[in-house]
Protein backbone atom coordinates (compact mmCIF):
# COMPACT_ATOMS: atom_id res chain seq x y z
CA UNK A 1 0.00 0.00 0.00
CA UNK A 2 1.55 3.33 -0.94
CA UNK A 3 2.03 6.07 1.91
CA UNK A 4 2.97 9.50 2.00
CA UNK A 5 4.22 10.81 5.47
CA UNK A 6 3.60 7.32 7.10
CA UNK A 7 -0.31 7.74 5.97
CA UNK A 8 -1.73 5.63 3.57
CA UNK A 9 -2.87 7.44 0.91
CA UNK A 10 -6.91 6.29 0.73
CA UNK A 11 -6.72 7.53 4.52
CA UNK A 12 -4.96 10.68 3.20
CA UNK A 13 -7.88 11.06 1.11
CA UNK A 14 -10.35 10.84 4.23
CA UNK A 15 -8.57 13.29 5.80
CA UNK A 16 -8.95 15.51 2.84
CA UNK A 17 -12.47 14.80 2.45
CA UNK A 18 -12.59 15.72 6.14
CA UNK A 19 -10.65 19.19 5.92
CA UNK A 20 -12.93 19.99 2.71
CA UNK A 21 -16.28 19.71 4.68
CA UNK A 22 -14.83 21.14 7.88
CA UNK A 23 -13.74 24.05 6.12
CA UNK A 24 -17.38 24.37 4.47
CA UNK A 25 -18.31 24.50 7.95
CA UNK A 26 -16.27 26.95 9.13
CA UNK A 27 -16.67 29.48 6.12
CA UNK A 28 -20.61 29.56 6.37
CA UNK A 29 -20.17 29.83 10.35
CA UNK A 30 -17.52 31.16 11.88
CA UNK A 31 -16.28 27.91 13.46
CA UNK A 32 -17.07 24.46 14.03
CA UNK A 33 -14.90 23.14 11.91
CA UNK A 34 -12.75 20.72 14.00
CA UNK A 35 -16.49 19.41 15.40
CA UNK A 36 -16.24 17.12 11.77
CA UNK A 37 -12.36 16.80 11.08
CA UNK A 38 -11.17 15.85 14.22
CA UNK A 39 -14.12 13.09 15.39
CA UNK A 40 -13.41 11.95 11.48
CA UNK A 41 -9.51 11.71 11.39
CA UNK A 42 -9.17 10.07 14.96
CA UNK A 43 -10.85 6.72 13.50
CA UNK A 44 -7.75 6.34 11.30
CA UNK A 45 -4.62 8.51 12.61
CA UNK A 46 -3.68 9.61 16.59
CA UNK A 47 -5.37 11.83 18.38
CA UNK A 48 -2.31 14.53 18.27
CA UNK A 49 -1.64 13.94 15.32
CA UNK A 50 -5.01 15.18 13.95
CA UNK A 51 -4.87 17.50 16.36
CA UNK A 52 -1.59 19.11 14.80
CA UNK A 53 -2.39 18.76 11.38
CA UNK A 54 -6.01 20.81 11.33
CA UNK A 55 -4.53 23.08 13.71
CA UNK A 56 -2.31 24.12 10.72
CA UNK A 57 -5.71 24.19 8.34
CA UNK A 58 -7.54 26.20 10.80
CA UNK A 59 -4.94 28.80 11.25
CA UNK A 60 -4.81 29.69 7.31
CA UNK A 61 -8.91 29.73 7.65
CA UNK A 62 -9.07 31.46 10.66
CA UNK A 63 -6.76 34.50 9.11
CA UNK A 64 -9.18 34.70 5.76
CA UNK A 65 -12.13 34.89 8.39
CA UNK A 66 -10.92 36.71 10.78
CA UNK A 67 -9.56 39.54 8.49
CA UNK A 68 -12.45 39.80 6.29
CA UNK A 69 -14.77 42.07 8.11
CA UNK A 70 -12.35 44.02 11.27
CA UNK A 71 -14.14 46.55 11.79
CA UNK A 72 -17.85 44.73 12.91
CA UNK A 73 -15.84 43.18 15.86
CA UNK A 74 -16.40 44.28 19.48
CA UNK A 75 -13.18 44.30 20.64
CA UNK A 76 -14.19 44.80 24.34
CA UNK A 77 -15.74 41.32 24.21
CA UNK A 78 -12.51 39.87 22.69
CA UNK A 79 -10.51 41.33 25.32
CA UNK A 80 -12.37 39.56 27.74
CA UNK A 81 -12.20 36.36 26.39
CA UNK A 82 -8.45 36.57 25.61
CA UNK A 83 -6.90 36.18 29.45
CA UNK A 84 -8.89 32.50 29.82
CA UNK A 85 -8.11 31.28 26.84
CA UNK A 86 -4.44 31.63 27.49
CA UNK A 87 -4.82 29.62 30.82
CA UNK A 88 -7.15 27.16 28.90
CA UNK A 89 -4.52 26.68 26.64
CA UNK A 90 -1.83 26.20 28.91
CA UNK A 91 -3.60 23.55 31.05
CA UNK A 92 -5.17 21.62 27.96
CA UNK A 93 -1.66 21.37 26.54
CA UNK A 94 -0.64 19.87 29.62
CA UNK A 95 -3.72 17.60 29.46
CA UNK A 96 -3.28 16.10 25.98
CA UNK A 97 0.75 14.83 26.59
CA UNK A 98 -0.05 13.28 29.46
CA UNK A 99 -3.62 11.73 28.38
CA UNK A 100 -3.87 8.15 27.04
CA UNK A 101 -5.24 7.61 23.53
CA UNK A 102 -8.25 5.67 25.07
CA UNK A 103 -9.12 8.22 27.59
CA UNK A 104 -8.80 11.69 25.01
CA UNK A 105 -10.84 9.78 22.60
CA UNK A 106 -13.53 9.03 25.16
CA UNK A 107 -13.75 12.66 25.95
CA UNK A 108 -13.18 13.98 22.40
CA UNK A 109 -16.60 11.58 22.13
CA UNK A 110 -18.47 13.22 25.29
CA UNK A 111 -17.48 16.66 24.41
CA UNK A 112 -18.65 15.95 21.00
CA UNK A 113 -22.05 14.47 22.01
CA UNK A 114 -23.02 17.32 24.18
CA UNK A 115 -22.15 20.10 21.84
CA UNK A 116 -24.48 18.35 19.23
CA UNK A 117 -27.56 18.02 21.84
CA UNK A 118 -26.89 21.46 23.02
CA UNK A 119 -27.39 22.44 19.19
CA UNK A 120 -30.33 20.46 18.54
CA UNK A 121 -32.43 21.33 21.44
CA UNK A 122 -31.10 24.94 22.03
CA UNK A 123 -34.11 27.33 22.41
CA UNK A 124 -34.59 30.02 18.91
CA UNK A 125 -34.86 32.75 21.21
CA UNK A 126 -31.73 34.58 22.21
CA UNK A 127 -30.90 35.68 25.83
CA UNK A 128 -28.82 38.12 27.75
CA UNK A 129 -25.85 36.99 29.88
CA UNK A 130 -23.56 38.96 31.93
CA UNK A 131 -19.81 40.01 30.66
CA UNK A 132 -18.30 37.71 33.31
CA UNK A 133 -19.28 34.69 31.30
CA UNK A 134 -16.92 35.70 29.19
CA UNK A 135 -14.41 34.09 31.80
CA UNK A 136 -15.56 30.57 31.84
CA UNK A 137 -16.16 30.62 27.83
CA UNK A 138 -12.59 31.59 27.37
CA UNK A 139 -11.10 28.91 29.95
CA UNK A 140 -12.90 26.12 28.43
CA UNK A 141 -12.39 27.30 25.02
CA UNK A 142 -9.16 27.47 25.02
CA UNK A 143 -8.84 23.95 27.11
CA UNK A 144 -10.83 22.55 23.86
CA UNK A 145 -9.42 23.64 21.45
CA UNK A 146 -5.92 22.75 22.78
CA UNK A 147 -7.46 18.75 23.50
CA UNK A 148 -10.06 18.88 21.13
CA UNK A 149 -9.33 20.85 18.39
CA UNK A 150 -12.63 23.19 19.07
CA UNK A 151 -12.69 25.79 20.96
CA UNK A 152 -15.03 27.73 18.93
CA UNK A 153 -18.50 26.59 20.53
CA UNK A 154 -17.89 28.09 23.96
CA UNK A 155 -17.25 31.24 22.15
CA UNK A 156 -20.18 31.21 20.15
CA UNK A 157 -22.15 30.38 22.88
CA UNK A 158 -21.19 32.96 24.90
CA UNK A 159 -21.17 35.55 22.09
CA UNK A 160 -24.61 34.64 20.52
CA UNK A 161 -25.98 35.41 24.31
CA UNK A 162 -24.70 39.29 24.35
CA UNK A 163 -27.09 40.66 21.99
CA UNK A 164 -24.46 41.65 19.26
CA UNK A 165 -25.77 42.30 15.65
CA UNK A 166 -24.95 39.09 13.27
CA UNK A 167 -21.96 40.92 11.68
CA UNK A 168 -20.61 42.11 15.20
CA UNK A 169 -21.46 38.26 16.42
CA UNK A 170 -19.57 36.96 13.41
CA UNK A 171 -16.70 39.69 13.15
CA UNK A 172 -16.18 39.03 17.20
CA UNK A 173 -16.13 35.01 17.01
CA UNK A 174 -13.40 35.29 14.44
CA UNK A 175 -10.90 37.49 16.51
CA UNK A 176 -11.66 35.46 19.05
CA UNK A 177 -11.31 31.94 16.98
CA UNK A 178 -7.98 33.33 15.51
CA UNK A 179 -6.54 34.13 18.68
CA UNK A 180 -7.50 30.43 19.97
CA UNK A 181 -5.65 28.70 17.18
CA UNK A 182 -2.74 30.92 17.27
CA UNK A 183 -2.46 30.12 20.81
CA UNK A 184 -2.96 26.35 20.10
CA UNK A 185 -0.02 26.48 17.21
CA UNK A 186 2.66 28.13 19.06
CA UNK A 187 1.48 25.14 22.26
CA UNK A 188 1.69 22.44 19.80
CA UNK A 189 5.31 23.66 18.99
CA UNK A 190 6.64 24.33 22.49
CA UNK A 191 5.31 20.43 23.03
CA UNK A 192 6.84 18.83 19.94
CA UNK A 193 3.12 18.04 18.62
CA UNK A 194 3.90 19.95 15.64
CA UNK A 195 7.55 18.93 14.86
CA UNK A 196 6.38 15.97 13.72
CA UNK A 197 7.50 15.62 9.48
CA UNK A 198 4.59 13.81 8.49
CA UNK A 199 2.30 15.94 9.50
CA UNK A 200 3.87 18.97 7.77
CA UNK A 201 3.56 16.64 4.80
CA UNK A 202 0.20 15.05 5.45
CA UNK A 203 -0.40 19.44 5.41
CA UNK A 204 0.17 19.29 1.47
CA UNK A 205 -2.92 16.81 1.19
CA UNK A 206 -4.94 18.52 3.18
CA UNK A 207 -4.60 22.21 3.02
CA UNK A 208 -5.62 22.49 -0.90
CA UNK A 209 -8.56 20.39 -0.20
CA UNK A 210 -9.33 23.00 2.96
CA UNK A 211 -9.03 26.35 0.65
CA UNK A 212 -11.44 24.97 -1.72
CA UNK A 213 -14.00 24.20 0.93
CA UNK A 214 -13.65 27.81 1.98
CA UNK A 215 -13.59 29.45 -0.86
CA UNK A 216 -16.94 27.42 -1.83
CA UNK A 217 -18.46 28.39 1.50
CA UNK A 218 -17.64 32.20 0.98
CA UNK A 219 -19.62 32.16 -2.52
CA UNK A 220 -22.22 30.18 -1.04
CA UNK A 221 -22.62 31.89 2.39
CA UNK A 222 -25.83 34.48 1.67
CA UNK A 223 -27.32 31.68 0.01
CA UNK A 224 -27.92 28.93 2.97
CA UNK A 225 -29.82 29.62 6.20
CA UNK A 226 -26.71 29.13 8.81
CA UNK A 227 -29.59 27.51 11.37
CA UNK A 228 -30.66 24.97 8.84
CA UNK A 229 -26.85 24.32 8.46
CA UNK A 230 -26.03 23.70 11.96
CA UNK A 231 -28.81 21.59 12.64
CA UNK A 232 -28.17 19.27 9.95
CA UNK A 233 -24.20 19.35 11.34
CA UNK A 234 -25.56 18.88 14.41
CA UNK A 235 -26.98 15.63 13.38
CA UNK A 236 -23.97 13.71 11.94
CA UNK A 237 -22.04 15.10 15.16
CA UNK A 238 -24.54 12.21 17.13
CA UNK A 239 -23.28 9.88 15.11
CA UNK A 240 -20.07 11.00 14.98
CA UNK A 241 -19.26 11.21 18.93
CA UNK A 242 -21.33 7.92 19.92
CA UNK A 243 -18.96 6.18 17.23
CA UNK A 244 -16.14 7.85 19.60
CA UNK A 245 -17.34 6.75 22.35
CA UNK A 246 -18.65 3.37 21.57
CA UNK A 247 -14.74 2.90 20.35
CA UNK A 248 -13.25 4.34 23.50
CA UNK A 249 -14.86 1.76 25.68
CA UNK A 250 -14.54 -0.93 23.60
Do not use: C
Not at 45 to 56: D, R
Not at 66 to 86: K, Q
Not at 128 to 145: E, Q
Amino acid sequence: MLELAGVSWEVLAVLAAAAFAGSIIFGLTGFGAALITIPVATHFVPLPFALALYALMDLGNAFRIGFESPRNAVRAEWVRLVPMILVGTALGVTLLVNLPRRWGMLALGIFVLAYAVYALLRPEAQGRIGRGWAWVAGFIGGLTSTLFGAGGPPYAIYLSQRGLSKAQFRATLGFATLTSISLRVLAFLISGILLDWGVWIAALVVLPAAWIGLSLARRAFHRVSRETLLRAVSGVLVVSGASLVLRALS
